[in-house]
């Protein structure tokens, strides 16, 4: 419950390949609150493959574009 | 910071305030007379009516200092709310079973009435601390 996810991502780096989106941006585009963006990109939350399909489809990557499983686990 | 969270440090600040004072007032008469004698059933309900009404107040003041987050919640902010709600059942179970115990071994019914209130109380500061720790920390549900 308390370990940080081994699910890295990309959101930020997204977010700011798409015209600077700020957190906000993406959580009403989502439809989930600025801090569970927060949360998620500082890998303290993983997301349910539902909401996951749905930030990538803001940004129109793929899945693996935004949420990376490395083989390493730490 | 999420309305969830404003809500749960409103229950944590009440129940903090509420526990304090009923307890103040009930330890300051333990410390004078025997606790069949003490004036606890009163002071209880203020402290019952005050935690209900003070945690509307808090909310709605919480509510009205951002409206638009007021009524927003997401799937973290359900799965945080569920956790949270189950480790204020496992104490208030706890507390119950106190209780139950001592109606067992027929103790005061001081002691029994406040091994309720106090499970109670306790509940809602435990489900609360979670909530919070979960907000400010890494949470997975899994």
Redesign the interface.
């Given at each position: 419950m308390v370990k940080p996810t081994h699910v890295t991502n990309s959101i930020r780096t997204l977010r700011f390949a798409n015209g600077e989106m700020t957190q906000a941006d993406l959580a009403d585009r989502v439809g989930v609150t600025r801090q569970t963006i927060i949360a998620i990109e500082q890998r303290k939350y993983s997301p349910s493959l539902e909401m996951a399909f749905q930030i990538a489809r803001v940004f129109n990557v793929r899945l693996d574009e935004v949420f990376q499983y490395p083989d390493e686990q730490g | 910071?999420?309305f969830l969270?404003k809500s749960q440090w409103v229950v944590l600040v009440v129940a903090v305030a509420t526990l304090a004072a009923y307890g103040t007032w009930t330890l300051t008469q333990a410390l004078s007379k025997p606790v069949a004698e003490i004036d606890w059933v009163q002071p209880m309900i203020y402290s019952i009516v005050a935690f209900v009404v003070l945690n509307v107040v808090g909310n709605v003041i919480a509510a009205a200092t951002n409206p638009n987050?007021a009524d927003?919640?997401?799937?973290?902010?359900k799965e945080i709310n569920a956790?949270g709600e189950r480790v204020g059942n496992y104490l208030i179970i706890a507390g119950a079973c106190v209780a139950l115990v001592l109606t067992m071994v027929a103790a005061d019914r001081f002691w029994i009435g406040n091994a309720i209130y106090f499970a109670g109380i306790l509940g809602s500061l435990g489900a609360s601390v979670t909530k919070i720790a979960a907000?400010h920390?890494?949470?997975?549900k899994w």
């Open positions: - | 910071m999420a969270e987050e927003k919640s997401d799937q973290r902010d956790f907000y920390g890494p949470f997975q």
